[in-house]
């Protein structure tokens, strides 16, 4: 019996000359959401590996920019690039994600991306 064959250069051979994840520009269709926008963080279920983080799951912020198109993490991690979507960025008030933050840093906040299938309108 032969073993498989990975191919672990594709994502790097697939960007070479162009970038990661440029790679991937104008293959995700119309952003759903744009800046100014207020969403909501869904709270999906992720199996071994995401980059949305637990304590912003629910939490409503605000669309500062739209960052750039690609797979999300939890696909690529397992070789589907075939569904790029776009990543926002999104800002809290920490106070909205931490209730017991102090009232003396009301206006500290926290920015992050997050891929389009973590967001609801708010």
Known sequence: ?????YDR???????????DPQCF???AGKAKFKEGDRVRIIDL?????T???TYTRGAVGTVVRLVYESPAA???AFGNEDSPEW?????FKQKDLWPEYSDLYANDSLETEFPERYLESA
Do not use: Q
Request: without cysteine; glycine residues 8%; hydrophobic residues 30%.
């Open 87 to 91: 990543f926002y960025s999104v800002v």
């Open 9 to 19: 250069e594709h994502h790097a051979k697939m960007a070479s000359g162009i970038g």
């Open 51 to 53: 980059r949305t983080m």
């Open 74 to 76: 939890e696909d690529e």
């Open 45 to 49: 279920p992720d199996l071994f590996y």
């Open 1 to 5: 019996m032969s073993k498989p064959h």
């Open 25 to 27: 520009k104008g293959k």
